[in-house]
Each structure stands twice: as C-alpha cells, then as structure tokens.
C-alpha cells in the first residue's frame, strides 16, 4: 500500500531550481507533519525542512534556509519543496516523511516520522 509518492527530482546545473512534490493519501496527511531529508552518497541522511500540520511552522536546515521552500497543499493532500539556487552539494536523493508530532523540535528529527517515500533523485552539476 502506497502512502507517500515524490516527484520532480532530476538533473539540473547549479543555480536552477526545481520543485519537489509528494502525494499522500488523505488518511495520511490529516493531522500529520510533513518532512523532508536527503541523502548523498557516503553520507547519512539529514533533515531539510518541515511543515506542521497545526499553524504551518516551517523549520529548515541551515544548510537550505533562504534556498528552499516547504509547502503543503491541504486540500490536494500534497507537500512540495521549492529549491532555488541549487548548489552541487545538494545532489542527494531526497525523502518525503509524515509524523504526527506536537513539538516544533521534533520536526527535526528522523525519528519523529514513520511513513517515507521511496526517494527521488537530484543531481546539481556545477
């Protein structure tokens, strides 16, 4: 049973954008926060960005803050991130995540979220 699918990943040349997606069914995405991580090759998977479910908080990662943007769309039960400016080292694939949690902090954290996307692919070529 497929719960969350990305797409819109592929190769682009650093400073392009491109949109990223995830579709989640409704039973999933009511009441549910929405992350996304990324994982180069060599390297662990880390937190990009958030959103809440209640009051829409938007925590991101340093490394992607005034570059990206997470948003949800209620009422299409999808998610999306918008990277702007892309950079090499933001070749990774990259996950969509849902978890019901309450606290801002915990948007972070890996372990707040049990239901992940299969991944899709973003390469930035210099």
């Known amino acids: 049973q497929v719960q969350l699918v990305e797409s819109g990943g592929g190769l682009v040349q650093s400073g392009d954008s491109l949109r990223l997606s995830c579709a989640a069914s409704e039973r999933l995405f009511r009441n549910y926060a929405m992350g996304w991580f990324r994982q180069a090759p060599g390297k662990e998977r880390e937190f990009v960005a958030a959103i809440s479910w209640m009051f829409g908080r938007t925590p991101y990662a340093a490394s992607v803050k005034g570059r990206f943007t997470v948003s949800r769309d209620n009422a299409g039960n999808t998610v999306y991130l918008q990277m702007n400016s892309l950079k090499p080292e933001d070749t990774a694939v990259y996950y969509c995540?849902?978890?019901?949690?309450?606290?801002?902090?915990?948007?972070?954290?890996?372990?707040?979220?049990?239901?992940w996307g299969q991944g899709t692919q973003v390469t930035v070529s210099s």
């Open positions: 995540a849902a978890g019901r949690t309450g606290s801002y902090d915990s948007l972070y954290d890996q372990a707040t979220y049990v239901y």
